[in-house]
């Protein structure tokens, strides 16, 4: 068994279901190759009864679990990791929709390294537009519109520092297990979620930290996009952000938790942009910005040796502009060990117009706002 999906759920048995049939649709692999694993945490909703009906051409492993005083995702998922047989567990949300090539592109990353953590973004839709929606259609219209109510915060921070995380100085903060695979052999090495945070968020955060210090490589897959179904927010942790402070607190010597909040509330991404330097990965000064765009296949491996010539050069950002996406430079880029300088690396299908972003924050988001906009 290579894959396991591994999902939790807690009374949302109608998103639940359209997650579930979107995997019946993975095209190149059977139900010999992967396998689904449904937590749920001690519904009160009949969620068995509804969905043992949905047809289904994969082996389906439906687990409840009883709610108690430690009921939460961690745990949730947590009990799903011990459960699962694949080689790499593929965390998901009952609310998310995947692509029909999603495990393709998985194997396009791990054919490369099977020690990497590798992210995907979502895009937000109301769950009657997920039918019958292109996915990348959606995506390529969003970014030209700079459509908040469709791209997620890590859209807006990934087009401003970079869709490298190799560039980024913490990128455990943009790890999120809506949309993310993980190697089981490192997840058991860690001993999985750390159980002390309760409701939603951090939990997600703090392991890919720990997933980090242990030796996994943190990674973006842009083509895996996945559709997330509307549904009302869930209710954050009150100390959850308290935890995740005082458990990597070596890290949090160097930001502090406001700025933290600034950033998931995309005020970095449009304010004052000497603040981006804490989150760049590369500590020293950049002296010298060199744009490498890739127009053509046949020019790749041209490419490849100019940004490894650059990249060797004290100083040097390189920003890479990829105009084809349909190679590998994206996973090329990221697995490069660059010490002296940073590497930018943007899809050109994601780049979102600046101009655009502005206008948007200053008419809707920081209307009342004093914030100056460079």
């Known amino acids: 068994m290579k894959y396991s999906f591994v999902i939790p759920t807690y009374n949302k048995k109608e998103p639940l279901k359209r997650t579930l049939k979107a995997l019946n649709n993975l095209s190149g692999y059977t139900w010999e190759n992967y396998e689904v694993v449904v937590v749920d945490d001690g519904s009160s909703e009949e969620v068995f009864e509804f969905i043992k ?18 009921s939460c995702r961690a745990r949730t998922r947590n009990y799903g990791i ?19 090539d999603y495990l393709e592109e998985l194997d ?9 953590v590798v992210n995907g973004l979502r895009l937000h839709c109301p769950s009657g537009l997920i039918d019958g929606t292109d996915i990348r259609e959606l995506r390529r219209t969003a970014c030209r519109d700079a459509n908040t109510d469709v791209l997620e915060v890590r859209h807006m ?6 869709y490298n995380l190799s560039a980024h100085k913490y990128p455990w ?20 979620f750390d159980e002390n945070f309760k409701k939603w968020g951090g939990e997600d955060v703090e392991l890919a930290y720990r997933l980090l210090k242990a030796g996994g490589k943190l990674v973006i897959n842009n083509k895996i996009e996945a559709f997330h179904q509307a549904h009302p927010v869930a209710p954050q942790g009150e100390n959850n952000l308290a935890y995740l402070v005082e458990k990597c607190k070596e890290v949090f010597k160097d930001i502090q938790p406001d700025t933290l909040f600034a950033l998931f509330n ?9 603040l981006w330097s804490t989150f760049r990965a590369y500590p020293g000064k950049l002296t010298r910005k060199w744009k490498v765009e890739l127009c ?8 490849k040796k100019k940004i490894s010539v650059l990249s060797k050069k004290k100083g040097n950002e390189i920003i890479v502009i990829d105009y084809c996406e349909s190679t590998d430079l994206d996973i ?21 117009s600046n101009q655009k972003i502005l206008q948007l924050m200053k008419e809707v988001l920081f209307e009342n706002a004093n914030l100056s906009f460079r």
């Open 296 to 303: 053509d296949e046949s020019e790749l491996e041209s490419v």
């Open 332 to 352: 090329w880029v990221q697995m490069l060990d660059v010490k002296n300088a940073v590497i930018s690396y943007f899809p050109q299908s994601l780049r979102i």
């Open 157 to 162: 921070i990934c087009n401003h520092l970079s």
């Open 53 to 70: 009906g949905v047809n289904l051409n994969y082996r389906l492993n439906y687990v409840y679990l009883e709610r108690c005083e430690d």
């Open 266 to 274: 995309m005020e970095l991404c449009f304010g004052d942009p000497d």
């Open 108 to 116: 396009r990353y791990y054919r490369v390294s099977d020690n990497l």
């Open 173 to 192: 903060l943009l790890t999120f297990t809506s949309n993310l695979a993980v190697p089981r052999k490192l997840l058991l090495e860690i001993e999985g």
């Open 82 to 100: 011990q459960v699962a047989r694949g080689q790499y567990i593929v965390f998901i949300d009952d609310d998310i929709v995947v692509n029909s």
